[in-house]
T-cell receptor, first 116, second 114 residues
């Protein structure tokens, strides 16, 4: 089965500190894309960062970076210098290509609280 | 934020009513999707479309139906709403960028069926 596991239902971090959200996945494909999406309360889900599985270099977007371990099928998100606006649900996902169609498979999410 | 809109944002309705959740995007994307998301849970794909007059069912079985008569519009219909349909419904569209289809999400419709 193609699955995404986020083992931390909730996390909290102090403002300006660093937090890491974990994600593991299970896929039989060799080429795929991984994503972290952010869903603030009552607001649209937006893409935070993405990683191509064929690239060994970890993706970075400003304060957001990932630790991609392909062999371990692990894809954690690190948020540095946390800000109040980072509080949201974070979903890990990967693309599944099946029968010519491309779909996203999501984890159950991690609720991040940022304490002032 | 992406130019993808959903109406209504919130809907409370009685059992047996027919409802249509609207989704439109102004980005000219060919691919559009509907996801169902229960509180605190992951998103499940229920429908997708790769263009006008193209619709497919997703991984999660749903009693809803969709249509794609225009590129920018992808409405979802429930002929007879039931309490089990209570959920949040997210619409998304995607464009091919950097070797993959990057999905952009709407704000969602939170549906409550009494």
């Amino acid at each position: 089965a193609q699955t995404v596991t986020q083992s931390q239902p909730e996390m909290s971090v102090q403002e300006a500190e660093t937090v890491t959200l974990s994600c593991t996945y299970d896929t039989s494909e060799s080429d795929y894309y991984l994503f972290w999406y952010k869903q603030p309360p009552s607001r649209q889900m937006i893409l935070v960062i993405r990683q191509e599985a064929y690239k060994q270099q970890n993706a970075t977007e400003n304060r957001f970076s990932v630790n991609f371990q392909k062999a371990a099928k692990s894809f954690s998100l690190k948020i540095s210098d946390s800000q109040l606006g980072d509080a949201a649900m974070y979903f890990c996902a990967y693309t599944l290509t099946q029968g010519g169609s491309e779909k996203l498979v999501f984890g159950k999410g991690t609720k991040l609280t940022v304490n002032p | 934020e992406a130019d993808i809109y959903q109406t209504p944002r919130y809907l409370v309705i009685g059992t047996g009513k027919k409802i249509t959740l609207e989704c439109s995007q102004t980005m000219g994307h060919d691919k559009m999707y509907w996801y169902q998301q229960d509180p605190g849970m992951e998103l499940h794909l229920i429908h997708y479309s790769y263009g006008v007059n193209s619709t497919e069912k997703g991984d999660l079985s749903s009693e809803s139906t969709v249509s794609r008569i225009r590129t920018e519009h992808f409405p979802l219909t429930l002929e007879s709403a039931r309490p089990s349909h209570t959920s949040q419904y997210l619409c998304a569209s995607s464009e091919f960028r950097g070797g993959l289809n990057e999905q952009f999400f709407g704000p969602g419709t939170r549906l409550t069926v009494l």
